[in-house]
């Protein structure tokens, strides 16, 4: 069973930085990971995302502040966010996409159990 681990959410001021990290285990391999975002009323959206071979993409809300990156040794995921905004503020979801299974290898998703971000002065 793959698990994501995330870490580093919490209160900053409009204008600060946080950074979120996420680690993920047991898998066969990861194809891709990335971040996304929910708010109290809304669908859950796409932040960031990066893949194997360290292709990104980016939500235009948060091109030119937020950089994703990765460590494919240790399966993990960074999400750098500067010059935070109000409008910011989100429960931030970790996720992979994953091979598992030995016999019959299979593409799966996966999701973290959220971190808050909350950006307010």
């Known amino acids: 069973q793959v698990q994501l681990v995330e870490s580093g959410g919490g209160l900053v001021q409009p204008g600060g930085s946080l950074t979120l990290s996420c680690a993920a285990s047991?898998?066969?391999?990861?194809?891709?990971m990335g971040w996304y975002c929910q708010s109290p009323g809304k669908q859950r959206e796409s932040v960031a995302g990066?893949?194997?071979?360290?292709?990104?993409n980016y939500a235009d809300s948060v091109k030119g502040r937020f950089t994703v990156s990765r460590d494919n040794a240790k399966n993990t995921v960074t999400l750098q966010m500067n010059s935070l905004k109000p409008d910011d503020t989100a429960v931030y979801y970790c996720?992979?996409?994953?091979?598992?299974?030995?016999?019959?290898?299979?593409?799966?998703?996966?999701w973290g159990q959220g971190t808050q971000v909350t950006v307010s002065s």
């Open positions: 996720n992979a996409v994953a091979v598992v299974g030995s016999m019959w290898p299979a593409i799966r998703n996966y």
């Open positions: 047991g898998a066969n391999s990861i194809k891709a």
């Open positions: 990066i893949t194997s071979d360290g292709s990104t």
